[in-house]
């Protein structure tokens, strides 16, 4: 890319993450590729303050737009002047060449936009309970994903667009996506989506040596969040099924429930005495939840996830 065509974009919303939104911030400038980095800060007066006297040379803004991930984004693509927008969540590190190799795709005027992998970062040892199948309940690249050149979406932790075919889409739907810790998404699908159906012959391209370290929290690793987090999977699915077509929004999702999920409870109940049954209990109960979910959604015109399923981050 050009020099200063690309501006880094990192969402922040709560002081808890302060320390890996340092960590963030500091990875985002730390490259061979000149970029911007934006902070934008979702409805927090005191972190917006501390943050904009933290990194007076970047730019630091509060969230315009209604409160969420989504909205987030979208004030960040507001002020966007350069050719390519990369997203970095506010809990994730880029590793050395992040960066560089996630803007490689652009040079095919094709690609409209780029995603990369994300490696967690446990808080210990990784809990049985997330054999890699699950990783993506905790925002990381996960066994049985698409790891093709060409992919249907692409991960928010680690993603890269073309700002201006993202503006012609609207952005990201506000109506989809985190709202603190609400364990909702879907948004990034969404958007992918309708970039390729805007432009025939636009690819999304999955780049795995763009590598991010994503962060995971206790909180994170216990059951009651892979409910949470598998139940709002299914709604937010529905949710987008409603908007594109059930065949879009689970071309993905279908083939990994049917041929990886499968595969992967019989591994785990091949191996009990080394936590293969604690394994297996959890892709079932992920895999139900997520179904519960997605019907909840599909029976619910303007479905809402209940406070009470938000988790510590």
């Known amino acids: 890319?050009?020099?200063?065509?690309?501006?880094?974009?990192?969402?922040?919303?709560?002081?808890?993450?302060?320390?890996?939104?340092?960590?963030?911030?500091?990875?985002?400038?730390d490259g061979d590729v000149a970029s911007r980095v934006l902070i934008v800060i979702d409805h927090n007066?005191?972190?917006?303050?501390?943050?904009?006297?933290?990194?007076?040379?970047?730019?630091?803004?509060?969230?315009?737009?209604?409160?969420?991930?989504?909205?987030?984004?979208?004030?960040?693509?507001?002020?966007?002047?350069?050719?390519?927008?990369?997203?970095?969540?506010?809990?994730?590190?880029?590793?050395?060449?992040?960066?560089?190799?996630?803007?490689?795709?652009?040079?095919?005027p094709s690609v409209v936009a780029t995603g990369g992998r994300a490696e967690p970062v446990w808080p210990g040892v990784r809990p049985a309970s997330l054999p890699s199948e699950l990783w993506w309940i905790v925002g990381c690249s996960f066994r049985g994903q698409p790891?093709?050149?060409?992919?249907?979406?692409?991960?928010?932790?680690?993603?890269?667009?073309?700002?201006?075919?993202?503006?012609?889409?609207?952005?990201?739907?506000?109506?989809?996506?985190?709202?603190?810790?609400?364990?909702?998404?879907?948004?990034?699908?969404?958007?992918?989506?309708?970039?390729?159906r805007l432009r025939p012959g636009a690819r999304i391209a999955f780049t795995p040596d763009a590598v991010v370290h994503h962060t995971v929290t206790l909180p994170r690793t216990r059951m009651r969040y892979l409910v949470a987090r598998s139940f709002g999977e299914g709604v937010s699915k529905a949710a987008l099924g409603r908007r594109l077509g059930p065949a879009s929004a689970l071309s993905t999702e279908s083939a990994y429930v049917r041929r990886v999920l499968p595969r992967a409870v019989g591994r785990e109940l091949l191996r009990p005495h080394r936590g293969g049954l604690v394994g297996a209990f959890a892709i079932t109960t992920s895999t139900a939840?997520?179904?519960?979910?997605?019907?909840?959604?599909?029976?619910?015109?303007?479905?809402r996830i209940r406070p009470a399923l938000a988790v510590t981050p």
Request: glycine letters at 8%; aromatic letters at 6%.
């Open 147 to 196: 790891e093709g050149r060409d992919v249907r979406n692409v991960m928010g932790c680690n993603m890269a667009f073309r700002a201006r075919e993202l503006r012609a889409v609207g952005g990201f739907d506000e109506s989809l996506g985190r709202v603190g810790t609400v364990p909702v998404g879907a948004e990034e699908t969404d958007a992918c989506i309708r970039l390729t």
């Open 45 to 108: 007066p005191e972190l917006y303050a501390r943050a904009r006297h933290t990194w007076p040379a970047h730019q630091v803004v509060q969230n315009t737009h209604r409160q969420g991930l989504s909205g987030a984004r979208n004030t960040a693509l507001d002020l966007v002047e350069d050719e390519i927008v990369a997203f970095l969540d506010d809990d994730a590190a880029g590793a050395d060449g992040w960066l560089e190799a996630l803007v490689e795709p652009f040079a095919e």
């Open 289 to 303: 939840a997520a179904a519960v979910g997605y019907l909840y959604g599909r029976a619910t015109p303007a479905p």
């Open 1 to 29: 890319m050009t020099m200063r065509s690309i501006t880094v974009v990192i969402c922040a919303y709560t002081e808890d993450r302060w320390e890996r939104l340092c960590e963030a911030v500091a990875s985002a400038g």
